[in-house]
């Protein structure tokens, strides 16, 4: 992806050019290390002065990370979950788990697209009823593998007990309908 630099980062365009066009001469030069000494300086500089708007701008960034973009540097054997198990997916959720250094993780996080087909696709990173209750679904999965861990139990009773207790919520959901359904009618 192109780099963009917003009004109040100008100076770092130049640091960044002159870096690059030494790279490609020689890549490890003492003006090479000098440059990017400057450029950090110059940058805390910047970003240490920034007005309101300024501010703004910085959040609004079209180079800002995005929830996909932290799980790739965090993780390498992150697995997406899908749906919310009522009705269907909300692609503006991701939600899965993974591995950061030694621990097993949950992430739940909004994402957006970079261009007009992927927001679009991730419906401008806006949520769906659907995509509460897939954050909800997997924190559920998370506090039961909690409580299976603590107790030491096997995977195999680990998948036992989630199916089990998923089963058990669908159906005191399946009750609560049925008996305001027999409210209802006369």
């Keep these: 992806m192109k780099k963009h630099y917003l009004d109040f980062e100008k100076p770092l365009k ?5 870096i690059r066009n030494l790279v490609s001469i020689d890549s490890e030069s003492e003006k090479l290390d000098q440059l990017k000494n400057m450029r950090i300086e110059k940058e805390k500089e910047i970003f240490s002065n920034l007005n309101p708007w300024q501010t703004v701008q910085l959040a609004r960034h079209p180079n800002r990370p995005y929830t996909l973009d932290y799980i790739s540097a965090w993780c390498d054997d992150f697995i997406e979950l899908h749906g919310d198990k009522a009705f269907s997916d909300d692609k503006a959720v991701v939600a899965g788990i993974g591995t950061i250094d030694t621990h097993r993780v949950v992430i739940i996080g909004q994402q957006k697209g970079r261009n007009t087909k992927e927001n679009l696709h991730r419906n401008f990173g806006m949520m769906k009823p659907e995509g509460y209750r897939k954050a909800l679904r997997v924190l559920i999965l998370l ?9 030491k139990e096997d995977k195999d009773m680990l998948l036992q007990t989630i199916l089990l207790k998923w089963h058990q919520s669908k159906l005191q959901y399946y009750q609560l309908l049925l008996e305001k359904e027999q409210a209802v009618v006369p």
């Design 14 to 18: 130049d640091f960044d050019d002159e």
């Design 143 to 151: 506090v039961l593998i909690l409580e299976l861990q603590q107790k």
